[in-house]
């Protein structure tokens, strides 16, 4: 009778990157740090890991159970590995095993063989610590996602990435420390955001720039393609315009980039905001029509980091709408605007916020008032009582603007700033 794959295992493996070779010598790497041997014998074959990912071995060693722990940091059965029934009824090994080698590792990892070799225990880190940071950084983007940049989020993200790189004065495997690097990466990324949002540049750059270290340090081209799509949104804040276009090409070149359209079509979207902003319509429609495609190809379901979860059908909308409303092309950008706040889920606060004001923007560049100064007044209740991240109040400072511009004597206008000035000023 055919065993039945081991979906827990195989999912886990492709959504942590591994391969089997890969986890074949890591998990080797690991038997021969808890055992201190300087050769851990016949290595795991990578053939024994297509084994477990088909089921046809439902219960690894010993030493490797213990290490396929360490390494993930969840239980072996979390991993949809099980004794067969022939096992609990009769204690056997499911691969082929030396007695003696499994008897010696027990000792040496558990019993007071174990005490007498490796000496007092010392605290390591594993796949656990690895799971507790990733959880408190998927909060924090849930945070962002809801309220946008501010002081208590950049703050709860450089303690983040402050633990992160403790943690490496501890043991660990290489994966461990390759997966903690990544989350300082990701963490102190998520500090620039805060900035960035919050229009705090002298603060962002440096950041930006810890993050890249980082970033590299750990080999996460994930991490690196956060941090250039980053960097592209403070360039426009700064009027660097040629800057932005710059840091979307180094995202659009990361490996993030190239091997998952959803990255690919995020860098094409950075691009393209920089064309419309530069003035160069054709690529800049060029561009967006490059993210179009590129999104088509992506699949959803594919795990990625928490922090590229904004990005869809929605927030290429979004990006649409500025750079029609750059081009001069306002009812395209006014349609946009209305297709993102359509598509755009309720719990990314920030971003609703965001497109709300683009379409106001769009309305009022159509001589619009009414409707313009309507819509603005559906987007300070999306953000409850929390202030105003300060790229939105510049944008609401630029529809202030734009409405004196288009209408200076006009009452509206008037009433405009005397109504909203406490909403649009707090900080």
């Known amino acids: 009778m055919a065993r039945a794959r081991n979906e827990a295992f195989v999912a886990w493996m492709e959504r942590e990157g591994w391969s089997a070779p890969a986890l074949a010598k890591e998990l080797d790497d690991v038997v021969r740090d808890l055992t201190r041997r300087s050769r851990p014998g016949r290595g795991l074959s990578e053939i024994t890991v297509h084994k477990w990912r088909s089921g046809e071995t439902s219960w690894p060693q010993e030493k490797y159970r213990i290490a396929l722990e360490e390494v993930s940091g969840l239980a072996v059965a979390d991993l949809g590995f099980a004794p067969s029934d022939r096992r609990k009824k009769k204690p056997a090994p499911v691969e082929d095993e030396d007695p003696v080698h499994r008897r010696s590792f027990l000792a040496l990892t558990t019993g007071s063989a174990g005490a007498a070799v490796l000496g007092p225990p010392v605290a390591g880190v594993g796949g656990g610590d690895v799971l507790r940071l990733r959880q408190q950084l998927d909060a924090l983007m849930v945070l962002d996602d809801s309220r946008g940049g501010h002081d208590t989020l950049e703050r709860a993200a450089l303690a983040g990435a402050q633990e992160a790189v403790a943690l490496q004065e501890k043991p660990a495997t290489q994966r461990i420390r390759q997966q903690l690097f990544s989350l300082a990466a990701d963490y102190t990324a998520t500090a620039a955001w805060s900035c960035v949002d919050a229009r705090q540049s002298s603060r962002a750059q440096p950041l930006h720039e810890r993050a890249l270290h980082l970033a590299g340090l750990a080999q996460d081209p994930a991490a690196t393609m956060r941090v250039w799509n980053s960097v592209a949104i403070l360039a426009h804040q700064r009027g660097a315009h040629a800057e932005a276009l710059a840091a979307g090409q180094a995202a659009r070149a990361t490996a993030a980039a190239r091997r998952d ?29 490059h993210a179009e495609k590129a999104l088509a190809k992506a ?10 979860a904004f990005y869809g059908r929605a927030e290429l909308h979004a990006i649409t709408s500025i750079v029609h409303d750059r081009l001069g092309n306002s009812p395209a950008a006014e349609a946009a605007s209305h297709h993102a706040l359509t598509a755009l889920p309720q719990v990314f606060a920030r971003n609703r916020a965001f497109a ?5 923007l769009a309305q009022l560049h ?9 819509t603005t007044a559906r987007i300070f209740p999306l953000l409850g009582d929390a202030a105003l991240p300060g790229r939105l109040r510049t944008l609401l400072g630029d529809f202030h603007r734009d409405l004196i511009t288009t209408a200076p004597n006009a009452p509206v206008a008037r009433e405009w700033a005397d109504r909203y000035r406490t909403h649009w000023s707090r900080t």
């Open 356 to 360: 709300t004001a683009r379409l106001a």
């Open 299 to 308: 699949d959803p379901a594919r795990p990625r980091p928490s922090w590229i």
């Open 366 to 374: 159509q001589g619009d008032l009414d409707q313009a100064t309507a």
């Open 261 to 289: 359209p959803l990255f690919a079509s995020l860098a094409h979207a950075r691009i393209a905001i920089a064309h419309a902003h530069l003035g160069d319509h054709r690529p800049a429609m060029r561009s967006l029509d």
